[in-house]
């Protein structure tokens, strides 16, 4: 089932940290025993977490410099008798 909009990064967040407890309990990937389509996912999971935070970053960034004054510019620079 896939996530609704709404709250896919609350699930998928929750089951990401679900598997971040199961990495803390281990020593070494080998500890972890998967199986092999688990341990091809949990590679997965690596490479999408690494886009995840190329992406997150790109986004904040873009938020960061949109060109608009920010909420402390616009009433610093809010002229009363415009």
């Known amino acids: 089932m896939a996530n609704m909009s709404y709250c896919r990064f609350e699930n998928t967040s929750n ?4 598997c971040v407890y199961a990495m ?3 020593y070494t ?10 341990m091809r996912s949990m590679q997965r999971m690596r490479e999408l977490c690494q886009e995840f935070l190329d ?3 790109r986004l ?9 004054p920010d ?3 616009e009433w610093h620079d809010f002229d009363p008798d415009c």
């Open 15 to 18: 089951d990401l940290q679900d």
């Open 24 to 26: 803390d309990d281990a």
């Open 29 to 38: 990937l080998t500890d972890m025993d998967l199986s092999k389509t688990e």
């Open 55 to 57: 992406h997150y970053e």
């Open 60 to 68: 904040d960034q873009a938020d960061e410099f949109d060109g608009q």
């Open 71 to 73: 909420e402390m510019q």
